[in-house]
């Protein structure tokens, strides 16, 4: 797994220097609210193989489950914060140089495997769309995945259909988050 910042670490200075703010002032028994976004981050799991379908007649489906481990979050209850998913990117590192073949993609996310999914992002090729070797899905309506994030690890859940190639092939999941979190004392 790597973890990116897609901005500068002055932000998260930023950040902790407001929450710092705020803690003063709480301390001298005003109500206080401090706000802030959160910088944006890109997580990736590298060299997911998918494994290749039986010869068929037309479209098949498959699904690819994968975990990542993390730091669970204990937060305090003062704190009102939102993890969103902005965006997913599938990209074929090896065995096919084109995702054409994906028909429908879907990706939803669970705090562990017993948990109910919640679906990050789905995918459907617009008519005629030219693709390479990458799918990119925007959210349109940013799901907050926090509940996810609170337990140690995260399991995520790709869902492929289209005329699947017949031999392995491998590919990088990348998933872009952004934050905010709102301190009131």
């Not at 509940?147 to 869902?159: N, S």
């Amino acid at each position: 797994m790597t973890v990116k910042p897609a901005t500068q670490l002055s932000k998260v200075s930023a950040l902790v220097a407001m929450v710092a703010l705020g803690l003063a002032g709480a301390l001298t028994g005003c109500t206080l609210s401090v706000e802030a976004d959160v910088p944006d981050v890109q997580i990736t799991q590298s060299g997911l193989t998918f494994e290749g379908v039986a010869a068929a007649m037309g479209d098949a489906s498959m699904t690819k489950s994968y975990s990542q481990q993390h730091s669970q979050l204990d937060l305090p209850s003062q704190l009102d914060t939102q993890v969103r998913t902005l965006a997913v990117t599938l990209t074929a590192t090896s065995g096919v140089t084109d995702l054409s073949f994906i028909k429908f993609m879907s990706v939803s996310m669970s705090a562990d495997a017993d948990s109910a999914p919640t679906v990050i992002g789905s995918y459907e090729p617009a008519t005629g769309a030219a693709v390479g070797n990458q799918l990119k899905l925007t959210t349109l309506n940013p799901v907050n995945i926090l509940d996810a994030w609170k337990t140690d690890t995260a399991t995520f859940t790709l869902q492929l259909a289209g005329t699947l190639p017949t031999s392995d092939w491998t590919g990088d999941i990348s998933i872009d988050l952004s934050g905010s979190a709102k301190f009131t004392y």
